[in-house]
C-alpha cells in the first residue's frame, strides 16, 4: 500500500501544473495534501471527484489559507474532519481516516515565523496532539501521521542549521517537541531507510534555494513503533516539481490489510 503527502501550497494552483497526470500516474492508495488553500465549492469536480477516489477535504474560514485534503482509493471506515479543538479546526489543519489496519491523521501544522502568538499557537498544536495519538496507541490501534510538520528535527534535515538556529522551523523549543514524539515511541520513518544528508522536502523560492539544494525536511511519515514492521519503505519525491515542497512517500505491508 502506497501513501503520499504532499504540501502543494494552493490545490487550483497546482492543478495546472499536471497534478491530476501525476495523481493518475502515480497511483497512490492514499494521497494526502496541504495548503490547500480553498474551499470546497471553488472547486471542480476534476479535483473533488472525476479522478476515481474518495476525497475528504477540511479547509479553513480563512479564504485562501491552510486547508488539507485526503484522496482514498478505498473508502475509509470512518472520517474526523479536525481535532475536536475549535482553535485549530477553524485553520482547517486536521483530517483522520480510518482505515483495515491504521488511523491516518493528514495534518498541515502551523507555521511559527510571522510572531511570537503564532510560535505558541504552533507549540501549543504539538502538545494538544500528542496525547491524542498515545491514546490511539494505547488502545491497540496503529496510527500514521503525516503531513507538513514545519519542523526540522536534525541538524541533519536542513542545509544551513547554524544560520537558523534562531529561525522559527529549526529553534530548540520546536525541536524538543519533536524529541517528545520520539520519546513517546513515535517514529520518523524516512531515517528508517535513508540516514543519508541532503535530502529535503522544501526549499524557499529564492535565491534559486531548490537549485542548490539548500532546503529543509520538514514533511514527515511518523508512525507508532509497533507497526514499524509493517513499513517496508519511506522516501522523497524530490524530483516532483510544481510546489516549494514536494511530495514524500510511505510504503506498508499490504499483509493482514
Known sequence: MKLISWNVNGVRAIEKKGFLDW????????????????KIDQLGTSLTEDHGYHTYWHSAERPGYSGVATFCKNE???VQIGLGVEKFDKEGRVL?????????????????????????YKL?????????IDEHVSNGQNVIV????????HPIDLARPKENINTS??????????????SHGW??????????????????????????????RIDYFFANQEFVDQIEDADIYDKIMGSDHCPVTLLVSDQGL
Open 23 to 38: 495523481l493518475s500516474d502515480e497511483e497512490p492508495d492514499i494521497l494526502c495534501i496541504q495548503e490547500t488553500k480553498a
Open 96 to 120: 483522520i481516516t480510518e482505515h483495515e489496519n491504521f488511523l491516518l491523521y493528514n495534518i498541515y501544522f502551523p507555521n511559527g515565523q510571522k510572531d511570537d502568538i503564532r510560535l505558541n
Open 187 to 216: 517514529v520518523d520513518t524516512f531515517r528508517l531507510f535513508h540516514p543519508e544528508p541532503d535530502r529535503y522536502s522544501w526549499w524557499t523560492y529564492r535565491f534559486g534555494a531548490r537549485q542548490r539544494n539548500v532546503g529543509w
Open 124 to 132: 501549543e498544536f504539538y502538545d494538544t496532539l500528542l496525547p491524542i
Open 169 to 182: 522551523g529549526f529553534m530548540p523549543i520546536e525541536r524538543d517537541k519533536l524529541d517528545q514524539y520520539i
Open 146 to 153: 503525516t503531513g507538513d510538520w514545519n519542523t526540522a528535527h
Open 76 to 78: 475509509p471506515y470512518d
